[in-house]
Structures are given as structure tokens and as C-alpha cells.
Nanobody
Framework: QVQLVESGGGLVQAGGSLRLSCAAS????????MGWFRQAPGKERDFVAA????????YYADSVKGRFTISRDNAKNTVYLQMNSLKPEDTAVYYC??????????????????WGRGTQVTVSS
């Protein structure tokens, strides 16, 4: 089992920045990739960004490219999502997820084995 705990959400004005953190515990060594997804009220959970634990390859949704940066600290088993130039449409609950299987696509939420409880990000206009 892997436990994931997100932090760093909050309220920010449009154009501002936030940094989300996701700390993994338990059998964190079994994780091959970690991702961030978000879900706005009444909408599906969408892929935001992901990073391979080994090698550090990163992946982004088109809507956040150039504004968000995902990174990891292997020693701390923690992944970060730096969010800049935030827009009201970025408002959502942001979820951290972990995938054990390196062969699976990182953009599909169904491929992730473990999920955090989420952290709210609200961007005011």
C-alpha cells in the first residue's frame, strides 16, 4: 500500500502562483510514476501532469503547458506541482496519484493505483 497526502492548495487571484506537494509513504519504492489530476464541480477528473519516478520524464496537459511544472524529490518521496499564471478555469480539487506499472500510460486516471484525498485550488478573477 502507498499513502498519498496532498498539501498546498488555497485561494489565489488570477495570475498568481501556488505550489502543491504530495508526500508518498508506505511502499513508495513500488511507484513508477506520479501524477496530478483535477476535478471541477460537475466535470470529470482530468489529467494535469505526471512524472516518471525513474528518469524523471514529465508529461503535461495542453491546458497547463508553460504554466505548470511537475518535479520530484526522490529522497523525500514527494512530488510537487508548481502552478504559475493561474486562471479561474484552473479552479478545481487537485488529486495526487501513484502508478506502480511503468508500462501504462500516465495520462489515464484508470491506470493509477493509489490516490490522495485532494486539495482545493480556487482562483478568483
Amino acid at each position: 500500500q502507498v499513502q498519498l497526502v496532498e498539501s498546498g492548495g488555497g485561494l489565489v487571484q488570477a495570475g498568481g502562483s501556488l505550489r502543491l506537494s504530495c508526500a508518498a509513504s508506505g511502499r513508495a519504492f513500488s511507484v513508477s510514476a506520479m501524477g496530478w489530476f483535477r476535478q471541477a464541480p460537475g466535470k470529470e477528473r482530468d489529467f494535469v501532469a505526471a512524472i516518471r519516478w525513474s528518469g524523471g520524464s514529465t508529461y503535461y496537459a495542453d491546458s497547463v503547458k508553460g504554466r505548470f511544472t511537475i518535479s520530484r524529490d526522490n529522497a523525500k518521496n514527494t512530488v510537487y506541482l508548481q502552478m504559475n499564471s493561474l486562471k479561474p478555469e484552473d479552479t478545481a480539487v487537485y488529486y495526487c496519484a501513484a502508478d506502480r506499472d511503468v508500462r501504462r500510460s500516465v495520462v489515464a486516471s484508470i491506470n493509477y493505483d493509489y490516490w490522495g484525498r485532494g486539495t482545493q485550488v480556487t482562483v478568483s478573477s
